[in-house]
């Protein structure tokens, strides 16, 4: 699979083999960004199951990293790519230094934080 140079040069070499179906996606559409596809030719090119890649291309146009039309899809703008981009490499770095947060904590802290509501 290509990968575009940004992420060969500011990904550590562990999680260059791990990489998630809809980075798999993005990386496939990037390196051919002149293009479009079917779903069953991404699924072909990127080694992700026919039957998973519909729930991904669908989850990558909801956050308009896709575009689609008719039977074809293509990457999104390459404004929001590039915003996406930014924010995953943001987030990664402070979970690198800071470890990652742990959900529940944080709701418990939010049901138990009062109101400031000027009404009470």
Do not use: C
Not at 16 to 41: C, H, M, T, W, Y
Not at 85 to 105: K, P, S
Request: no cysteine; hydrophobic share 35%.
């Amino acid at each position: 699979m290509v990968i575009d140079i940004d992420t060969f040069e500011e990904t550590p070499e562990p999680e260059l083999g791990d990489l998630s179906n809809p980075e798999r996606v993005l990386q496939f559409l990037l390196s051919n960004d002149d293009k479009a596809f079917k779903a069953a030719e991404i699924a072909d090119e990127t080694g992700i199951p026919s039957n998973s890649i519909a729930t991904v291309l669908g989850r990558l146009e909801d956050r308009g990293l896709v575009r689609h039309k008719a039977a074809y899809w293509a990457i999104g703008e390459p404004e929001r790519i590039a915003s996406f981009g930014q924010y995953r490499r943001v987030t990664e770095r402070l979970n690198e230094r800071f470890g990652t947060e742990d959900r529940e904590a944080w709701q418990e802290h939010a049901a138990g934080t009062p109101s400031t509501d000027e009404d009470e």
